[in-house]
């Protein structure tokens, strides 16, 4: 891998309230070289987003960092300044969020909202800012971009919406870029398009990506490395061909067998496919050892004992799991 | 956008209408008002003395012909003589109206350039000390009967610390007005502070602020073209209907500092039971809150585009 | 969510209220309208008389206590008519839709179009004072409110599982409406009404102090600061005491109201 441009570093976010703080992201550690488009899967409520929130600064009360680095370049974002931190958020790390709905301020034109980042981060007037906000709506492939500067959100549609996100966060053509599941939201028809979208703008850029998604099959394919996230922790991360082939944490191969694929059919009866029965925990209720045995169909009693460490794969890449394959 | 304005305004004449109807009847099909408005004020009047006003009055026409002279009148300015005065409605209302605007305007500018900052410092600084006593402060605001206060303020500035004069008109100037407007201000500045509090909680869990910081702008910045406008938006709908509950309390208040307005018009009038400057009065409060309402829409036109546009 | 302090403040408030109206004989150290003696006019606060006096010598302190039950029972009462009308038509609007739902809505925009206290004053001029007028004209004016939070909610539940049972059972819309809907969004219904309390208060309280609500000398708090105006100077205790009592009371009812809809209502459905 060449030189990476984020390495964050045993980083951990938590609750902090009137009581003990409740970790909810516990010593994450992820590595992203420069251009690399890098994956981060997990279902629904294991800490994605925390994740990638706590990377570009923007966790709110009341979760907190709580330990950690995260080194973008040669900064150590987790402890900057804040005036720093908002000099370089939009400029070399920016973010797209799930929800394009409600993403975008419904009072503003998008041209203003696009410009702004001009404005900000390039010093430009408005008139000048405008005038690269049409460029910048051209380049994410929206028609008659001198008209639709004018737009407000609302005129627009959920993948429309998106494409301006996307300007938005490409804008001032960040290092990084950390896309929440963008196309989580969205209609099933235009998710590939905004998908190959974000991929070919950043490539363009040398712009490199993190992808958010619950969808290992989405990720696999477009990243070269794959970071699995369970209950707050990374449980799996290898080269996402071999994550996919040859899953080695019970977790990941629960979600590789949830993937619907081609010649597989569905037997009478099973409602969808195999999905993992149970529910990630929530973060008051982490067990002590693993954090996955309650679902795990390996569980044995050592995986409740202690903490499980993490172990590296003879192929690269590491698992954290006893009884990996 | 011009279709919604005039459907506005159809709904806003329809409901003049209405009113006007419903006070007509209201104080129509109810006998004996006249009578008894004369008895109550105890004047000594002889029964056919009664009787030959009641039919100068028209009073003894079927409700229909008096409804149709009743709105063919109005529509021609013509509200009316009042009882007690037999001067003609139109003639008492129009000096006082001013005088009402004047301190309903005075008002609510007091209102917004208070409750306004007070919810947003308070939402900004949530969970502070500042948050606690701007929400005690706006509690205490909204259960404080607005006569009372007033008479607290009247004690408190004109007799004791001789700053400002009692009550009255005085030559219509400013300050005159200043202890009512307070008075009168009080409720909607306590209901737009709680208000302002909620919208700006609410704008500021919003997604698209979130955006906005990913964008990486300072907070002054995120609070001024974000923020504010947004929360604003939720908060105008609130100073339309405050305005026009206020046009309730100033009945009380214009009494209490004897302000020449229509409220406390209204007031003697219902005492003297003089139906035709009650009517007059009613459809002058009525029609000035919903003119207000329709600026309030108006408004809305020029800062929502999802309005605008739809 | 747990009670916050508005609940114990606001409802300790109101409990002492209540025992001060009810047991207003045994508290209060003098008639409160048969002891005028001009004797002891306008006397300042003092041993015999703790709140002080008023123009004709009666003892504040006494018709504060006896006031308290006015303000009470109309406060009470003006609000249980008012949510009685608000909540049939508001709930009948949300079942049934239609021409009567158009109806309704109608008749609501036209309520919030006129303020309370003039269409009250209209009523009483029609009606002419005394508490029967007052009872009907506050307590048929201000239901808006109310209707519009019962209709929304109707709206919302309607759908629901056990709505379309009750109804797939045979029960009659009465059956539905009151006993199947109503219990499930009392929750916003009762912030509502509670708040309502307050501003009824206020509102009699206004009404009496112009002279057009209860008729003197029964003792009201707004009516006995009627005259307080002209003695400001000289009484400034005639002024104060009534007053302080209104406020504290109607505060109570307001931060009651705050109380329940933390414990009630956590979305702020009747938030304004
Ligand atoms: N502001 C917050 N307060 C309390 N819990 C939170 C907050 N934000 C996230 N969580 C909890 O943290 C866990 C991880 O959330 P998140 O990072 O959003 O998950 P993901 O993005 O993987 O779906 C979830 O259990 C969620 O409920
Ligand atoms: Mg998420």
Not at chain 2, 150 to 155: H, S
């Amino acid at each position: 891998m060449s030189e990476p441009i984020l390495d964050v570093r045993d980083l951990s976010v938590s609750l902090v309230g009137s009581g003990p703080p409740i970790g909810a992201v516990d010593r994450v550690n992820l590595t992203i070289g420069r251009g690399e488009v890098f994956g981060l899967v997990g279902e629904s409520g294991c800490g994605k987003s925390l994740c990638a929130l706590a990377i570009a600064g923007l966790l709110r009360q009341p979760m907190q960092v709580t330990g950690g680095q995260i080194m973008l370049g040669a900064t150590d974002l987790a402890t900057i300044p804040q005036r720093q931190m908002r000099r370089m958020r939009g400029d070399d790390v920016s973010m797209i969020f799930q929800e394009p709905m409600t993403a975008l301020n419904p009072l503003m034109t998008v041209g203003d909202q696009i410009g702004e980042m001009f404005v900000l981060h390039r010093g430009l007037s408005r008139r000048a800012a405008r005038k690269k906000a049409i460029e910048a709506l051209d380049q994410v492939r929206v028609s008659s971009p001198e008209r639709r500067i004018n737009a407000y959100p609302h005129q627009l549609s959920g993948g429309m919406r998106q494409r301006v996100m996307i300007a938005i966060a490409l804008a001032c053509d960040p290092k990084l870029l950390i896309a929440d599941e963008p196309t989580t939201a969205l209609d099933v028809t235009i998710q590939a398009e905004i998908v190959e979208l974000v991929l070919e703008l950043c490539r363009a850029k040398g712009t490199a990506v993190m992808m958010i998604s619950h969808d290992l099959g989405l990720v696999a394919r477009i990243c070269n490395r794959v970071a699995v996230m369970y209950a707050g922790q990374i449980v799996e991360e290898r080269a996402s061909a071999e994550i996919f082939n040859h899953p080695s944490h019970p977790y990941t191969r629960g979600l590789v067998d949830a993937l619907p694929r081609l010649g597989r059919r569905l037997e009478r009866g099973q409602r969808r496919l195999t999905e993992i029965a149970g529910v990630v925990p929530a973060l008051h209720e982490f067990p002590e050892g693993c954090r996955f045995a309650a679902r795990c169909p390996r569980v044995t009693s050592e995986c409740t004992a202690a903490s499980v460490p993490v172990t590296q794969l003879d192929g690269g890449g590491i698992v954290r799991c006893l009884h990996h394959v | 956008m011009l279709q919604l304005l005039l459907r506005r305004l159809a709904q806003a004449a329809l409901t003049v209408f209405i009113v006007i109807s419903l006070v007509f009847v209201l104080f129509s099909v109810i006998p004996g008002t006249f009578t008894s408005s004369l008895q109550a004020d105890k004047r000594d009047v002889s029964q056919d003395v009664i009787e030959r006003l009641e039919d100068e009055l028209g009073l003894n026409d079927p409700l229909p012909v008096r409804f149709a002279n009743y709105v063919t009148d109005l529509a021609q300015g013509d509200l009316g003589v009042s009882y007690a005065t037999r001067r003609p409605v139109s003639d008492m209302l129009s000096g006082r109206i001013w005088a009402s605007f004047k301190l309903a305007c005075a008002a609510i500018f007091f209102a917004v350039c208070v409750g306004l900052p007070l919810g947003f410092i308070a939402a900004i600084r949530q969970g502070s000390w500042i948050d606690t006593a701007a929400m005690t402060f706006a509690v205490s605001g909204l259960s404080i009967p607005g006569f009372w206060a007033g008479l607290l303020l009247m004690y408190l500035f004109s007799l004791k610390l001789h700053l400002l004069p009692t009550f009255g008109y005085g030559s219509g100037g400013l300050s005159h007005l200043i202890l009512p407007a307070i008075t009168l201000g009080i409720a909607p500045m306590a209901l737009l502070a709680r208000t302002t509090r909620a919208a700006v909680l609410e704008t500021l869990n919003a997604d698209f602020i979130r955006t906005a910081r990913s964008k990486g702008m300072s907070e002054r910045r995120l609070v001024t073209r974000h923020l504010a406008r947004n929360a604003f938006v939720l908060v105008l709908t609130t100073i339309g209907l405050q305005f026009g509950s206020m046009l309730g309390g100033s009945v009380v208040i214009e009494k209490l500092f004897a302000w020449p307005g229509v409220g406390s018009l209204l007031i003697d009038s219902v005492g003297l039971r003089d139906i035709p400057a009650v009517q007059g009065a009613i459809l002058v409060i009525v029609l000035f809150f919903l003119l207000i309402n329709t600026l309030v829409d108006l408004a809305y036109l020029v800062v929502d585009p999802r309005i605008r546009y739809n | 969510m747990k009670a916050g302090p508005n609940l114990y403040i606001g409802g300790g408030i109101i409990l002492l209220v209540a025992l001060l109206a009810i047991f207003a004989p045994l508290i209060a150290p003098y008639h409160p309208v048969t002891s005028a003696n001009l004797m002891y006019a306008e006397e300042p606060p003092s041993m015999q008389f703790w709140l002080g006096t008023d123009e004709q010598g009666r003892d504040i302190f006494s018709r504060i206590a006896y006031g308290a039950r006015i303000s009470l029972f109309i406060g009470l009462a003006v609000q249980v008519m008012n949510t009685a009308i608000g909540v049939s038509l508001g709930l009948s609007a949300g079942y049934f839709g239609g021409w009567w739902d158009e109806f309704v809505q109608g008749l609501t925009g036209l309520m919030l179009s006129i303020p309370t206290i003039v269409f009250a004053l209209a009523l009483m001029a029609i009606l002419g004072p005394g508490l029967p007028s007052l009872l009907i004209a506050l307590g048929m004016t201000d239901w808006a409110y109310s209707c519009r939070i019962s209709r929304a909610q109707v709206l919302t539940q309607k759908s629901l599982n056990y709505v379309q049972s009750a109804r797939i059972i045979g029960f009659g819309p009465l059956h539905v409406m009151f006993r199947e809907l109503l219990p499930n969004i009392a929750g916003p219904l009762i912030v509502v009404a509670t708040m309502g309390v307050g501003s009824a208060i206020i509102a009699e309280a206004s009404l009496s102090f112009l002279g057009l609500g209860v008729i003197p000398p029964n003792p009201s708090w707004g009516g006995m600061l009627s005259s307080a105006r002209e003695q400001l100077m000289i009484a400034p205790w005639v002024a104060v005491f009534p007053g302080l009592a209104l406020f504290v009371t109607v505060l109570g009812f307001n931060l009651l109201g705050d109380g329940l809809r933390d414990l009630l209502d956590p979305h702020g459905r009747t938030r304004r």
